[in-house]
């Protein structure tokens, strides 16, 4: 099954890319293509609004920024896995910008070849999550209609301990396609 990974974390060490390592080395082991993208490491400007991608140019956005690796990724990808640190309740804003711009790629379809999501979130508190959860529900499995793969929360003591990295291992070794 081919993978994107869309991590939302600013940090290149932080909890967040750690449990997605743990995720990829499980998927990897058992024969899965992971790609993962760094959104806060790319030059990606938020929506415009402008609706060339749906009346000029039959799904392809005006902007021309790094999206657009995105977006030949998200072409092919038969899972998509949502991964951020919560910040003030929701995911970063580099993702959500990076949410936004799926609407020149989701509508009115889904990416052809896209059945499954998955979130992996990190944050300080266990009661932090409603923001990101508003999303995923929304966006993905409503709005989009796919599966829901599982969420998975790390909070606290929880970021970047053994448990919940093997938790994401496990996660990733035993996907089925």
């Keep these: 099954m081919k993978i994107l990974v ?11 890319k750690r449990m997605i390592n743990a995720f990829r080395e499980g998927a990897e082991s058992s024969g899965h293509k992971v790609d993962i993208i760094d959104v806060c490491k790319k030059r990606i400007s938020g929506c415009l609004a402008c609706e060339y ?8 956005c005006v902007q021309k920024d790094d999206m657009r690796e995105i977006y030949t990724l998200l072409r092919d990808a038969e899972m998509l896995i949502i991964a951020s640190p919560i910040y003030y309740h929701g995911i970063t804003g580099q993702l959500k910008c990076v949410i936004d711009r799926f609407y020149a790629a989701a509508y009115p379809q889904k990416p052809p070849h896209l ?8 944050s300080g508190d266990a009661d932090m999550y409603d923001g990101a959860m508003f999303s ?4 993905f499995l409503d709005y989009l209609g796919l599966e829901n793969a599982g969420v998975f929360t790390a909070h606290g003591a929880e970021n970047g301990s053994g448990k919940k990295t093997d938790e994401l291992y496990h996660f990733g070794k035993t996907l089925a396609d």
Excluded at 6 to 16: C, D, F, I, K, M
Excluded at 136 to 139: I, P, T
């Design 53 to 60: 991608c749906h009346t000029k140019s039959g799904g392809e």
């Design 6 to 16: 869309l991590n939302g974390s600013p940090r290149p060490e932080g909890n967040t």
């Design 136 to 139: 995923f529900q929304g966006d």
């Design 115 to 122: 059945k499954k999501v998955a979130m992996i979130l990190s």
